[in-house]
T-cell receptor, first 110, second 114 residues
Framework: AQRVTQPEKLLSVFKGAPVELKCNYSYSGSPELFWYVQYSRQRLQLLLR??SRESIKGFTADLNKGETSFHLKKPFAQEEDSAMYYC????????????FGQGTELSVKP | ETGVTQSPTHLIKTRGQQVTLRCSSQSGHNTVSWYQQALGQGPQFIFQYYREEENGRGNFPPRFSGLQFPNYSSELNVNALELDDSALYLC?????????????FGEGSRLTVL
């Protein structure tokens, strides 16, 4: 069965510290992985996707098929990064159907 | 550009009742997906509508049903409500053939079943 696992419900770091939000997945096909973010009192929105190989707001994520992971990283956390982060998997040709992890709340303290 | 709007924002029902939730997709988007988000969990896919037809369904019983209208707005109907149906229901739209996995979410409708 397809599954996305985010092992940490809460991650708390100090401003300027590196941050890594973990995501592991299980899927036998060719997955596409995403990170969605929800800031306080805002709606859920796309942060980045592995296909784009882009850095958004200083965040990067690399798909590691060997370890079936897609961890989200940022070298220096900022207070405005505090939010709920969801890792999601899209199966082949099923654009609207995403399988989400349980989410990790990132708290960046001053 | 108008984003995804959902109504109502909050509602309370009792067990056994029926509920209808509404969603207007973002301008230019003709695909709508519905998700259920229980407290402390990630969103879970219910179904998707494309050109007024159901186009994929998650692991939800038939008492969860939907509609999409010619203007691409959508409804989610839940019959015979159960306590476990209490959740935030999210609507998300995406443009035709994008298949990119980028969904544009509404703010959700929070349903409480007593």
């Amino acid at each position: 069965a397809q599954r996305v696992t985010q092992p940490e419900k809460l991650l708390s770091v100090f401003k300027g510290a590196p941050v890594e939000l973990k995501c592991n997945y299980s899927y036998s096909g060719s997955p596409e992985l995403f990170w969605y973010v929800q800031y306080s009192r805002q709606r859920l929105q796309l942060l980045l996707r592995h296909i784009s190989r882009e850095s958004i707001k200083g965040f990067t994520a690399d798909l590691n098929k060997g370890e079936t992971s897609f961890h989200l990283k940022k070298p220096f956390a900022q207070e405005e990064d505090s939010a709920m982060y969801y890792c999601a998997l899209k199966k082949d040709n099923q654009g609207g159907k995403l399988i989400f992890g349980q989410g990790t709340e990132l708290s960046v303290k001053p | 550009e108008t984003g995804v709007t959902q109504s109502p924002t909050h509602l309370i029902k009792t067990r056994g009742q029926q509920v209808t939730l509404r969603c207007s997709s973002q301008s230019g988007h003709n695909t709508v997906s519905w998700y259920q988000q229980a407290l402390g969990q990630g969103p879970q896919f219910i179904f998707q509508y494309y050109r007024e037809e159901e186009n994929g369904r998650g692991n939800f019983p038939p008492r969860f049903s939907g509609l999409q209208f010619p203007n691409y707005s959508s409804e989610l109907n839940v019959n015979a409500l159960e306590l476990d149906d209490s959740a935030l229901y999210l609507c998300a739209s995406s443009p035709e053939a994008a298949n990119t996995g980028e969904l544009f979410f509404g703010e959700g409708s929070r349903l409480t079943v007593l």
